[in-house]
Nanobody, 124 residues
Framework: QVQLVESGGGLVQAGGSLRLSCAAS????????MAWFRQAPGKEREFVAA????????HYADSVKGRFTISIDNAKNAMYLQMNSLKPEDTAVYYC?????????????????WGQGTQVTVSS
């Protein structure tokens, strides 16, 4: 089993920045692709960003491209999401997810492990 714990959420003004972290423990592997998803109140959960563990290829939702950056640090068993130029529509609970193989996908159900989420609130 793999446990994922997100941190770094909070309240920020529009235009500000936050850095989310996802700490992995348990039977972790450096061959795990990882991703961020989010769910805003009253909306469906949506894909935000993903990264493969081979080549560290990344993929972003159009809504965050150019503003968010996903990265992983295998030595620390951690994944990060640097969020810049935040907008009120970025307000959501952000979840990290991990797969048991190196290739990323954009669907929640394609991942094997999920964290409990961290709240991000962007005020206008």
């Amino acid at each position: 089993q793999v446990q994922l714990v997100e941190s770094g959420g909070g309240l920020v003004q529009a235009g500000g920045s936050l850095r989310l972290s996802c700490a992995a423990s348990g039977r972790t592997s450096s061959n795990s692709a990882m991703a961020w998803f989010r769910q805003a109140p009253g909306k469906e959960r949506e894909f935000v960003a993903a990264i493969s563990s081979i080549g560290f290829n990344t993929h972003y939702a159009d809504s965050v491209k150019g503003r968010f950056t996903i990265s992983i640090d295998n030595a620390k068993n951690a994944m990060y999401l640097q969020m810049n130029s935040l907008k009120p529509e970025d307000t959501a609970v952000y979840y990290c997810a991990a797969r048991s193989d190196p290739y990323y996908y954009t669907d929640w159900d394609d991942y094997d492990y999920w964290g409990q989420g961290t709240q991000v609130t962007v005020s206008s």
